[in-house]
């Protein structure tokens, strides 16, 4: 848990330098156009099949657990000739429909954008049986590694094509280095999934496992998908019913999502890395254990979350205002702030469901939430304009984890504690939230920008995690024996 976590926090990190400085290369309007073919871009990866590698890892565990090791290279084999077929017809579509994604995107420069990102789209295809292969295998190393260097291939290309000025748009430059790192890191995943005993052998039959098997999880994600772009729509259009331009609202949309989300999202660094092993975790526990790996799984969720809301809440406008020199963006990122709780338990309760076998229900909870989400976009923009998009989000993240939960209480031992824990934790935020803005007044007086921002956030994680220590939230213990009992296993499993 640690190795994946230190990569996975190291990556995301990366990836917010990245996008603070994709706000600097680019106007807020960029950012829109640019955020816009991405949410398009990632319907396309979603039909590639985003499910394969969830797919692909339980098959493996699963032959691990049945000495039948032989059939997942038959598996693994099937699905690459399924997924590269499907990415070729895409790409080819793109082509095809030139005309109607101008008029969805609403500008030409992105649709070049898609048709610059065509190759990423064919590398993922190609990677996702490998990711999902060493996934099962439980080798989180190999996996987070080929994730760390493809963003770090990213952000030099784009750096390299930028300063060289080769390419006449930044969002043309990213676009391709996107794809260049994509497949420079897929031939890296490659070499491990040799290295670790992994050959192609084709044999009859195996298609409708993986299909049956991906099939919900692929609804799930390309609903998911296909609402990113559908939001990022219908925003601009009614902040325009509301006499906005549309420069202007693609600006908003640009700041929200370029600024505000990436930061919303920190905690998903970490909840995702937990996500990551809760399936062979799962599938090898039995109840009771089920219900106390749950219990903690949530709990440090929660922590996650909570953590960074008195920083956020706090200091939202003076980070966003150095990070991004958007003073925009931090306002909206301290009336949000407290989304991240449902969105981590969202996230979460998800992963537990599906790696308790509970696809199909994951698919038919994700589809009420979304119904929600699409409401809440459509009349929202009138209460909170461009704020309407991040409180949406929320709204329908709580009813997804809402959902999730009952269930999981259906189908194991689980007791929710969850509203005591949040009002615990929520309870700890208010007086964080007074010292971050005291301290911060303080110190900006002493010190430049930086130095003040770092002492005060420090400050609230200390005192943060001082107060579980007081209420005794927080077992040290415990969470020393969980980091220390993964490290071993992921050490054991790169040898």
């Given amino acids: 848990m640690l190795t994946l976590t230190v990569f996975s926090v190291a990556t995301r990190c990366l990836g917010f330098i990245f996008k603070i400085y994709m706000s600097q290369i680019m106007t807020t309007t960029d950012l829109g156009i640019y955020n816009l073919s991405l949410s398009i871009f990632t319907v396309l990866l979603t039909l590639v099949g985003a499910s394969i590698p969830l797919t692909i890892s339980k098959i493996t565990s699963n032959n691990i657990c049945h000495n039948c090791t032989e059939k997942t290279k038959y598996s693994v084999t099937s699905s690459l000739i399924l997924t590269t077929s499907i990415s070729i017809i895409i790409s080819i579509f793109i082509f095809i429909f030139k005309n109607t994604l101008i008029t969805i995107i609403g500008d030409e420069m992105g649709y070049f954008t898609i048709v610059c990102l065509i190759p990423s789209i064919i590398f993922t295809a190609l990677y996702s049986q490998v990711k999902g292969y060493l996934w099962g ?27 060289m000025d080769i390419f006449p748009s930044p969002i043309i430059s990213v676009a391709i280095a996107l794809s260049v790192a994509c497949g420079i890191s897929s031939a890296i995943g490659f070499f491990y999934y040799f290295k670790h005993d992994g050959r192609f ?37 009614q902040l325009g019913k509301l006499g906005l331009s549309k420069s202007l609202a693609l600006s908003e949309l640009g700041i929200i999502m370029g600024m505000t989300m990436p930061l919303l999202s920190i905690p ?18 039995n109840d009771k254990s089920h219900k106390n790996q ?29 990070v991004f020199g958007n003073i925009s963006a931090g306002s909206y990122l301290q009336s949000s702030a407290t989304i991240m709780i449902p969105l981590g338990l969202a996230q979460i309760t998800t992963a537990i469901l599906n790696a308790l076998n509970q696809e199909k229900q994951t698919f038919i909870y994700y589809i009420i939430s979304s119904i929600f989400l699409i409401l809440s976009v459509i009349v929202l923009p009138y209460i909170f304009l461009a704020k309407a998009m991040l409180f949406a989000s929320g709204i329908s993240s709580c009813i997804l984890a ?66 579980l220590i007081i209420f005794n939230l927080l077992d040290f213990k415990e969470v020393k024996k969980y980091i220390v009992k993964k490290n071993i296993n992921n050490e054991l499993n790169k040898t």
């Fill in 137 to 163: 295998l439980e080798n989180y190393f190999s996996v987070s590694l080929v994730e760390l260097i493809e963003q770090i291939l990213r952000i030099l290309f784009c750096v390299i094509f930028v300063f």
């Fill in 201 to 237: 052998k084709y044999k009859k039959g195996y298609y409708k496992e993986i299909i049956n098997s991906s099939l919900p999880l692929t609804g799930v994600r390309l609903f998911g998908s296909i609402l990113s772009p559908i939001v990022a729509l219908i925003i601009p259009i």
């Fill in 268 to 285: 998903s660094t970490i909840i995702g890395a937990l996500c990551m092993i809760l399936i062979p975790k799962l599938n090898s526990e």
């Fill in 294 to 322: 749950i219990s903690n799984y949530i709990k440090f969720t929660l922590i996650c979350s909570f953590i960074f809301i008195p920083i956020f809440i706090g200091l939202g406008e003076p980070i966003c205002e150095y």
């Fill in 402 to 467: 809402i959902l999730n939960i009952i269930k999981i209480q259906k189908i194991t031992a689980y007791k929710n504690s969850i509203i005591k824990d949040c009002l615990y934790n929520g309870a700890i935020c208010v007086p964080i939230i007074l010292l971050v803005k005291s301290l911060y007044s303080l110190l900006k007086n002493i010190f430049n920008t930086f130095i003040s921002l770092a002492i005060t956030c420090s400050a609230s994680i200390i005192f943060y995690i001082l107060f």
